[in-house]
């Protein structure tokens, strides 16, 4: 049976603003000041869907959560009219404004950890919600995330939803931004690989001193446990503490994998050797085919040029001919040794073959390149059929979606116009032209 790797993107909400609410993302805390474009940043992301189907892949599309989340507003004492909740937020602790607000759910790789039914122990596709622990505005996210994963994957035939992790510093998940499946073919069992910041009980592993880890190793031992994942698929990784704390605040800021390629740093993980070792015995037993690792080394890349071009939250994707493409951001291009290594990569014998580039500036700028606004999930034509198809796209469904942004979505936001019930009740009809597209219940 054919299988393929679907990408759902994360369809940019229109509250989408910059207020530097993510500690540890040096991109989000750069520009928290700056005058965001909702609009231009959901056209951007559209135009990153319409490449992949333009290239015949299969790609799917997650609606953004109705923002501002005036219950968790109201739960925490800013009550009243709407104009009055706004009002008192703004003027009392305007970053609980701006959480409320935030756009982030757009970030799909955070969505979910996802177990493809090709590993897990019942031959079901696994879902658990991440739980965001580490971030409020972040963490508000769990159980819209889980509703509408439900509304999409909606058949019991094939899929298996989980509730979030308990919402405590010991399971601290991030999801799919620090999970990577490896495989010889997508129609082929994985090898997972789950990365992690710090232990929350065994206090003889490093831990970050500037930023948090955002991902503990009990949260992605959990998370294997409930997909039913086995030893012989599962490897765990600790992500290198000193680049947490300059900036790498997810795996997927320093690393990415497809298929039988892994493309990281040289000094994104611990124990580096000790951790290849691990992931190549591993693969021997499941394939027979070259895992290709590609390390980057600090004398060609510089970590500051890695975290601040993004070129580890690329996509790495397959084209129909077989061959690996990565899809980058612009930024790519404007530092000189991400540049040329870039450049230096397709001239060599490697698995990726071509460099594609695509502008996300706006989402870039809040600190979520491509990688970011995706989420990855591993279908058989069965499990595909089962999949809800308003959440599936083709260009009509792009041109629809690029019709009712510029229709409806607001040009500029900063937090002192979030304070505005005038831009409230633009974003509100926004909303729902977005609830009346994907028929949603608001």
């Keep these: 049976m054919k299988y393929v790797e679907v990408n759902f993107d994360g369809l940019v909400g229109p509250s989408h603003n910059y207020a530097g609410l993510s500690l540890g993302n040096i991109a989000s805390k750069q520009n928290a000041t700056a ?4 609009k231009l940043a959901a056209l951007q992301g559209l135009d990153k869907m319409q490449l992949l189907l333009d290239l015949g892949l299969t790609q799917g599309v997650i609606p953004p959560h ?27 602790a305007p970053t609980i404004l701006a959480s409320c607000y935030s756009a982030s759910n757009m970030w799909t790789a955070n969505a979910a950890t996802v177990t493809s039914s090709l590993d897990a122990k019942d031959n079901k596709i696994h879902f658990t919600p991440a739980n965001l622990f580490s971030q409020f505005h972040r963490s508000i996210e769990s159980d819209d995330t889980a509703a509408l994963l439900q509304l999409i994957f909606n058949h019991e035939k094939y899929f298996v939803h989980h509730p979030h992790l308990p919402h405590h510093a010991y399971f601290a998940d991030e999801g799919a931004a620090n999970h990577t499946r490896l495989t ?52 765990f990784i600790q992500q290198n503490p000193d680049v947490i704390d ?24 611990c124990n580096t050797k000790q951790v290849l070792d691990e992931i190549n015995s591993k693969w021997a037993k499941l394939s027979t085919k070259k895992l290709h690792l590609i390390e980057v080394k600090n004398n060609d890349v510089t970590l500051n040029s890695a ?36 450049n230096q990569l397709q001239k060599k014998q490697t698995q990726i073959k071509q460099i594609l580039y695509k502008n996300l500036n706006q989402s870039m700028q809040n600190g979520g390149g491509p990688a970011c606004l995706r989420l ?24 629809q979606l690029k019709a009712l942004v510029n229709e409806y979505y607001p040009t500029h936001l900063n937090l002192q116009t979030l304070s505005s ?17 994907f028929g949603l219940n608001t």
């Design 35 to 38: 005058v965001s474009n909702p």
């Design 66 to 92: 109705i923002r501002p989340n005036l219950a968790q507003l109201n739960a925490l004492g800013f009550n009243g009219s709407v104009s009055q909740q706004l009002k008192k937020a703004y003027s009392i």
């Design 184 to 235: 010889e073919a997508y129609d082929q069992t994985g090898l997972n690989l789950f990365v992690y910041g710090c232990s929350a009980q065994n206090n003889q592993l490093a831990k970050p001193n500037k930023f948090p880890a955002r991902q503990t190793l009990e949260a992605c031992q959990a998370i294997a446990r409930i997909h039913q994942l086995s030893d012989d698929n599962t490897v």
């Design 246 to 269: 300059q900036g790498v605040f997810h795996n997927d800021v320093i690393a990415v994998g497809n298929l039988n390629v892994l493309f990281y740093h040289e000094q994104a993980f």
């Design 307 to 342: 975290i601040n071009s993004y070129l580890f939250n690329t996509q790495l994707i397959q084209l129909n001919n077989g061959d690996t493409a990565m899809l980058a951001p612009t930024e790519c291009q404007s530092f000189t040794d991400v540049q040329y290594y870039l």
């Design 376 to 399: 990855r999930v591993n279908l058989s034509e069965a499990e595909l059929s089962a999949v809800n198809p308003h959440f599936l796209l083709t260009h009509k469904k792009i041109d």
């Design 421 to 437: 019930f005038e831009t409230y009740q633009h974003i509100q009809q926004a909303n729902q032209a977005i609830s009346r597209y």
